[in-house]
């Protein structure tokens, strides 16, 4: 999509939060790899999806700087909860600070270390899930949680394009190749249903069905 077209978009868009955008600022100021974090549009899209399906417990897998669960808090039930579980511990207090701002520190429990071991510590059943980590592990998040998604209910996996990369037969990253796996593991899933859409770096949702 050429530079025109996005500012397009933008412009008929509904604007960024200003807590949302000052958080995409200082990431991009405090932060390596910066591009990790949502973003304006990615957020919306996220913050609307939460919005109609008006889960009661989300699950989050990569917090990064908090952005994408600020929006996806948005959509929850009255007295619902967003568990959102990153590895780098050094983040959390950046995060819960830009929570508190957002009025979301109330509504998302933050979990750190690895989402392999936390995962199946989670006793609830979860209407929504984002999958944003570590992309060489998408095939074991989804085998995690996949028990945990109530019929009806929806996963979200980004970056499931990967630059393009999904293309490249050839590749030797092994984010892309991680990527590449798991596309193919949920095309042959039988008890979901899933499109891919080409928001950013392409963003899947998935439907577990029996509702």
């Known amino acids: 999509m ?18 949302l955008e000052d958080l995409y600022r ?15 549009l990615q957020g919306k899209f996220l913050e609307l999806i939460s919005l109609m399906i008006r889960p009661e417990y989300i699950l989050e ?18 007295g619902g909860r967003l568990f959102t579980i990153e590895l780098n511990d050094e983040l959390a207090a950046f995060a819960h600070s830009f929570f508190c701002r957002a ?23 979860f209407d929504l899930v984002f999958i944003d980590a570590d992309k060489r592990e998408y095939v074991e998040y989804y085998n995690l949680i996949i028990d945990k998604v109530k019929p009806g209910g929806f996963i979200l996996a980004d970056n499931v394009l990967w630059g393009g990369k999904v293309l490249d037969h ?10 590449i796996r798991f596309n193919k ?7 979901i249903e899933d499109v891919i859409i080409p928001i950013r770096d392409g963003l899947m949702l998935i439907r577990k069905k029996g509702k």
């Open 2 to 19: 050429n530079k025109k077209l996005d500012q397009y978009i933008e412009l008929y868009s509904t604007p960024e939060d200003p807590v």
């Open 26 to 40: 200082q990431t991009h100021i405090r932060f390596v790899n910066p591009n990790m974090v949502s973003g304006h």
């Open 61 to 78: 897998i990569g917090t990064f700087t908090g952005y994408s669960a600020i929006c996806l808090s948005k959509g929850l039930k009255p």
């Open 103 to 125: 009025g979301a520190e109330e509504k998302i429990t933050q979990l750190t270390g690895r989402a392999q071991e936390i995962i199946p510590g989670l006793d609830q059943m």
């Open 170 to 179: 050839e590749t030797n990253d092994p984010q892309a190749l991680g990527i």
């Open 185 to 191: 593991m949920i095309r042959n899933e039988t008890i």
